[in-house]
C-alpha cells in the first residue's frame, strides 16, 4: 500500500524500491536472542520495548502538541503466539495488539503510546487502570495548560479533579452507570435536544443532552465554566461541540 501509485505517500518510492523495502523487513530483528528469556521475566514486550521506547522518546522531542490532546486505544492486527494478544469482538480485526495512545487533536501526531500487556505489577492498588493509563500517557504533558479529550472508558469525576490539579482540564463522555452520577439521570428522558446541566464546587460540569428519543449524552467537563447552547436544529450544548471537535 505505501507503495501504490495512486494512495502511497510519495517518499517511500523515493527512499528505496518496495523490494529492497520487503527484504529488510524480512531480516530485521530488534532484540538478542541470547538474552531474550532473562529479559522476558521482568519485561513481556523485551522483544521489542528497547526499539519502542526509543520511538517513543524520539516522538517527544520532535514535536510540541497543540492545546487539545486526544486519549484512546488502536488494535494493531496481528495474531503472533505472545502472552497479550487480545481478542476484541468489537474490532473489525478480532485480534492483535493493544496499544492504549496519546495523540495530537489538529495534526494527528503520537505523542506517546505504549502496549497493553496485562495486569501492570506497578500499579498502585488504589489507582484504576484508566486512571492509571490516562496519567502515565499525560506525564510528559502536565502542568501545561493542555486538554483532553477521552471516551467513558477512562473517565472518572477522581480523573478529572486529579488533572486539574495538574493545570490539565479535561472533556469526556461518562456512562450513567458511574458511581459518580445521581440515578435520576440514568433513568430520566427529557425532551429531543433538550440540554441539562450540572455544576459542583470543584468546577466540573455535567452536560446531559437528549441526542435521541431513548438515549442520553452525558459529558463530565473541567474545561467549560459556562456551557452555550447552539442555536441550530440539534441545539448542540459548547461542551458536546467541543467534544466532537476533539
Given at each position: 500500500?505505501?507503495?501504490?501509485?495512486?494512495?502511497?505517500?510519495?517518499?517511500?518510492?523515493?527512499?528505496?524500491?518496495?523490494?529492497?523495502?520487503?527484504?529488510?523487513?524480512?531480516?530485521?530483528?530488534?532484540?538478542?536472542?541470547?538474552t531474550r528469556?532473562?529479559?522476558?521475566?521482568?519485561?513481556?514486550?523485551?522483544?521489542?520495548?528497547?526499539?519502542?521506547?526509543?520511538?517513543?522518546?524520539?516522538?517527544?522531542?520532535?514535536?510540541?502538541?497543540?492545546?487539545?490532546?486526544?486519549?484512546?486505544?488502536?488494535?494493531?492486527?496481528?495474531?503472533?503466539?505472545?502472552?497479550?494478544?487480545?481478542?476484541?469482538?468489537?474490532?473489525?480485526?478480532?485480534?492483535?495488539?493493544?496499544?492504549?495512545?496519546?495523540?495530537?487533536?489538529?495534526?494527528?501526531?503520537?505523542?506517546?503510546?505504549?502496549?497493553?500487556?496485562?495486569?501492570?505489577?506497578?500499579?498502585?492498588?488504589?489507582?484504576?487502570?484508566p486512571?492509571?493509563?490516562?496519567?502515565?500517557?499525560?506525564?510528559?504533558?502536565l502542568?501545561?495548560?493542555?486538554?483532553?479529550?477521552?471516551?467513558?472508558?477512562?473517565?472518572?469525576?477522581?480523573?478529572?479533579?486529579?488533572?486539574k490539579?495538574?493545570?490539565?482540564?479535561?472533556?469526556?463522555?461518562i456512562?450513567?452507570?458511574?458511581?459518580?452520577?445521581?440515578?435520576?439521570?440514568?433513568?430520566?428522558?427529557?425532551?429531543?435536544?433538550?440540554?441539562?446541566?450540572?455544576?459542583?464546587?470543584?468546577?466540573?460540569?455535567?452536560?446531559?443532552?437528549?441526542?435521541?428519543?431513548?438515549?442520553?449524552?452525558?459529558?463530565?467537563?473541567?474545561?467549560?465554566?459556562?456551557?452555550?447552547?447552539?442555536?441550530?436544529?440539534?441545539?448542540?450544548?459548547?461542551?458536546?461541540?467541543?467534544?466532537?471537535?476533539?
Amino acid at each position: 500500500m505505501l507503495w501504490n501509485v495512486n494512495w502511497g505517500p510519495r517518499f517511500c518510492p523515493d527512499t528505496m524500491s518496495r523490494n529492497r523495502f520487503c527484504e529488510i523487513m524480512r531480516y530485521l530483528r530488534f532484540d538478542l536472542k541470547r538474552t531474550r528469556s532473562q529479559r522476558l521475566q521482568s519485561d513481556k514486550f523485551a522483544l521489542a520495548s528497547e526499539v519502542w521506547q526509543r520511538f517513543n522518546d524520539n516522538c517527544f522531542l520532535c514535536y510540541g502538541p497543540g492545546k487539545n490532546i486526544t486519549a484512546g486505544e488502536q488494535l494493531f492486527p496481528s495474531k503472533a503466539r505472545c502472552r497479550f494478544t487480545q481478542y476484541m469482538a468489537n474490532k473489525p480485526d478480532k485480534f492483535g495488539t493493544k496499544f492504549w495512545m496519546l495523540v495530537d487533536n489538529d495534526t494527528k501526531y503520537l505523542c506517546n503510546a505504549f502496549p497493553y500487556l496485562g495486569k501492570d505489577e506497578l500499579r498502585s492498588v488504589n489507582e484504576s487502570l484508566p486512571d492509571s493509563i490516562v496519567m502515565r500517557l499525560m506525564s510528559p504533558y502536565l502542568n501545561k495548560g493542555r486538554n483532553i479529550t477521552t471516551d467513558n472508558f477512562f473517565t472518572s469525576a477522581n480523573l478529572a479533579r486529579t488533572l486539574k490539579a495538574k493545570d490539565t482540564s479535561f472533556v469526556e463522555t461518562i456512562s450513567c452507570t458511574r458511581r459518580e452520577i445521581p440515578a435520576v439521570l440514568a433513568m430520566e428522558r427529557a425532551p429531543l435536544h433538550e440540554t441539562t446541566l450540572l455544576r459542583n464546587g470543584d468546577g466540573a460540569t455535567l452536560t446531559v443532552y437528549q441526542g435521541k428519543v431513548n438515549k442520553n449524552v452525558l459529558l463530565l467537563s473541567m474545561l467549560h465554566n459556562t456551557t452555550d447552547i447552539g442555536t441550530n436544529r440539534k441545539k448542540l450544548p459548547e461542551t458536546v461541540q467541543s467534544y466532537n471537535k476533539t
